[in-house]
């Protein structure tokens, strides 16, 4: 471990546990290390970098600006903004000011966020850009100096909402006590598994991946590395393009999210290597066996043996800098942990609620224990029991106080239901299913859903959900497959023959017996993970319109009348000044249409920005008809 960092960490938690434990005792600790990098972002040309002390100085001026405006009024204030160093301010700002902040999920629909705000008599909201809320906007570039705000203002608790899977209204209440006792979790951390405090040439830098506004982003990102003096790198935007280059170019060392991220991943990973042709593929798999035992056997340096063995691969997805991954929020398949760890980037599952915050990680060093999908045995401060019903309960003096649902204070008891089915094997446990997902199968047996999903490997899609729909015989184990809308008849055929050949292995009692595919969204594009209770909902009132496998109709790229070919006749048309229905798919674009140059290069660029396709103007063969355009994107949409 970094000597320094090592007397940061000590110093640090001597003074947290000596104090009265409150969110001005965190701040006032956190911000001395005043000389240390906080904050690292791109101006899409250089890296740009801000210290403990800059940002300082910034909570001074935006708390004073605020207390100005508003006062000290022991009331909770909105704060509704992506992460940025502006966040950090703005929520240090209104604690500073005599105010509670309510982190906004802006995942949310406006109705429920405008639901929660009144149910906490919320008259204010600090943002970055005007908000269409029922609130008055107080936009944190206004905040710029004041009425200096009198020591003992500064407020203690805080609130956020749950991920809102099921659209309901929760919200969950911290106070600095159990926030302190959430940061102290980290210590043992590290008495089990040194690797999260490694540093890449001198610097531990944690992407801020995850939002702060939920429970995972705010204690396991934001709160256990900024209190250590350690570095935030923000990005500019959530594109996969974007997070790669953003983890090689500032050099990331620490990466904490969601199993859709790790699933990405490995889907990139496996079909480049497939493309290559079977030998390749054939040498990826030997790779991850011999990397996988060499950690077992060195698993101190054995990752570093790894990201240089799996190098090639490595390379083109984070760099050799990743340290230390966790996985949480979701069920992440055993084979993308097998493939995170075998490259060398140390994956751990953890676990939390809302309620509950971050609770435990598995710790174990050896790939061949962190691949058994764990989440690791409970922190100090809190304690796991699974119930009679086989229903983890947690208990300790880190979980929440107290929560609102639907507008119903709730307080915490001595145990809390988790509503997640586990079992414990020699000490650490593991996560079987959630209670609201199980169904009930036509021999009586429970289902868990999240088994299935787990062993699931479907190519060519966008998402998709098993879950119980409304049938004939009651409710149905289904799954409904989420799919790109010019998707062609050989892709439908391969994931129909895929789906099939997996329910063949199924034994009959958890046989999928309906198949859905749809072109909807079966969550929102910036959700952590699929809510099947709202996307019953969504069935149920149309947002999401299902086709059964068997009536699912052939889209063919080189048919005319295919949505792929209508939209790629429309950009030729526009460009070239044309009507999109003379145009015949075999045309050639300079000797049957007469375009120029300049027109042609204008058409690329029009296809690479409304199909996402990256630099498609400098693939390596040009494409000169609808039919050869439309050939080329169906593969790589």
């Known amino acids: 471990m970094n000597k320094h960092l090592k007397k940061i960490i000590r110093y640090n938690r001597d003074a947290l546990k000596s104090s009265n434990k409150t969110l001005r005792d965190i701040y006032e600790i956190m911000f001395r290390s005043e000389n240390n990098i ?49 966040w950090i301010v703005a929520f240090w700002a209104i604690l500073k000011s005599g105010n509670r902040p309510y982190l906004v999920n802006l995942r949310y629909p406006d109705s429920l966020t405008n639901s929660i705000l009144k149910t906490l008599n919320i008259k204010h909201t600090v943002c970055s850009k005007e908000l269409s809320l029922d609130t008055e906007c107080i936009l944190i570039s206004s905040l710029d100096g004041g009425i200096p705000v009198p020591e003992n203002e500064f407020e203690n608790e805080l609130a956020f909402s749950s991920s809102a899977t099921s659209m309901n209204e929760v919200i969950c209440f911290y106070t600095g006590y159990q926030i302190a006792e959430q940061i102290l979790n980290f210590e043992n951390i590290i008495k089990l598994e040194p690797r999260i405090a490694k540093h890449y040439k001198g610097y531990l830098k944690q992407l801020a991946f995850l939002p702060f506004y939920h429970v995972f982003g705010l204690f396991a990102v934001y709160f256990w590395f900024t209190f250590f003096g350690r570095t935030l790198v923000f990005l500019r935007d959530y594109s996969a393009d974007t997070i790669l280059k953003t983890c090689r170019k500032h050099k990331v060392t620490h990466i904490f999210a969601v199993p859709m991220l790790w699933h990405t991943i490995e889907k990139s990973v496996i079909t480049a290597a497939k493309e290559q042709g079977e030998k390749k593929y054939n040498k990826l798999i030997r790779g991850l066996k011999f990397t996988t035992a060499v950690q077992n056997i060195f698993p101190n340096m054995g990752a570093e043996i790894a990201k240089s063995v799996m190098g090639e691969v490595t390379n083109k997805i984070f760099g050799k800098s990743v340290m230390f991954c966790i996985n949480g929020g979701g069920y992440l398949k055993d084979s993308s942990l097998k493939l995170l760890n075998g490259i060398g980037y140390s994956t751990y599952n953890g676990y939390g609620m809302s309620e509950i915050g971050i609770t435990s990680v598995e710790l174990r060093r050896k790939p061949k224990w962190r691949n058994q999908n764990s989440i690791g045995r409970p922190f100090s401060s809190v304690e796991y029991k699974i119930d009679n019903d086989g229903i983890l309960q947690v208990k300790g003096s880190s979980i929440c106080t107290k929560k609102i649902i639907n507008g119903k204070e709730q307080l915490i008891g001595d145990w809390f239901n988790t509503g997640d089915k586990m079992e414990c094997r020699d000490g650490n446990y593991f ?8 169904i009930i199968g036509e021999n009586g047996e429970n289902i868990n859903p999240d088994s299935i999903e787990k062993m699931m490997d479907i190519p060519d899609t966008k998402a998709f959900s098993i879950l119980g729909l409304d049938g004939d015989n009651g409710q149905e184990l289904s799954i409904v497959i989420q799919v790109n809308e010019y998707i062609t008849e050989q892709k439908i055929a391969n994931i129909q023959s895929c789906v099939y050949s997996f329910n063949d292995t199924l034994d009959k009692t958890m046989a999928i017996k ?37 009536d699912m109709k052939s889209k063919m790229c080189n048919s005319d009348d295919s949505p792929l070919t209508r939209d790629v006749k429309a950009i030729v048309a526009e460009v070239l000044g044309i009507d999109s229905d003379g145009i015949d798919i075999n045309a050639h674009i300079f000797y049957d249409l007469g375009a120029s140059s300049i027109q042609y290069f204008s058409i690329l660029t029009r296809l690479s920005e409304k199909f996402s396709i990256t630099n498609y103007e400098k693939t390596d063969k040009y494409r000169y008809t609808i039919k050869e355009i439309c050939e080329y994107l169906e593969n790589n949409i």
């Open 38 to 86: 906080l904050c690292e972002y791109t101006d899409g040309f250089r890296i740009k970098k801000e210290t403990y002390g800059e940002i300082a100085k910034k909570v001074e001026k935006a708390a004073a600006g605020l207390y100005q405006k508003i006062g000290a009024t022991h009331n909770y204030v909105a704060l509704a903004m992506d992460n940025s160093p502006e």
């Open 514 to 550: 309906k198949f859905y595919f749809t072109t909807d969204d079966l969550c929102p594009p910036t959700a952590i993970k699929v809510s099947r209770a709202q996307l019953i909902k969504k069935i149920k009132n149309g947002e999401v319109k299902l086709t059964a496998f068997a």
């Open 431 to 438: 996560i079987l299913g959630r209670l609201g997902d199980v």
